[in-house]
């Protein structure tokens, strides 16, 4: 059973910086390509970063934060991280990871971080 725990979430002032993590049991983030995805209140979950699995380590990024958001992943621990710099009141909501879609069966959904940045 694949569990996952992302964390760090907080309240910030725009502009502040947060660094996520995701730490995951019953899965190998190092062969699997995952990201980070949010979701606004009212609003469908979207996707904001994914890196690819293993060496490749080719990451992408949603438009509205290339720039300002670097995802990474420590395969010693297992654990997914998404620094984000220059945050804007837009980028508020509860962010989660998981298997990027499209790239195998989503594993079951985290209770996720909550992102909250005040202008």
């Known amino acids: 059973q694949v569990q996952l725990v992302e964390s760090g979430g907080g309240l910030v002032q725009a502009g502040g910086s947060l660094r996520l993590s995701c730490a995951a049991s019953g899965a190998d983030f190092s062969i699997n390509t995952v990201a980070w995805y949010r979701q606004a209140v009212g609003q469908e979950r979207e996707l904001v970063a994914f890196?690819?699995?293993?060496?490749?380590?080719?990451?992408d990024y949603a438009d509205s934060v290339k720039g300002r958001f670097t995802i990474s992943r420590d395969n010693a621990k297992n654990t997914l991280y998404l620094q984000m710099n220059s945050l804007k009141p837009e980028d508020t909501g509860a962010y989660y990871c998981?298997?990027?879609?499209?790239?195998?069966?989503?594993?079951?959904w985290g209770q996720g971080t909550q992102v909250t940045v005040s202008s």
């Open positions: 998981n298997r990027r879609q499209g790239w195998g069966p989503l594993w079951p």
């Open positions: 890196i690819h699995s293993r060496g490749s380590g080719v990451t």
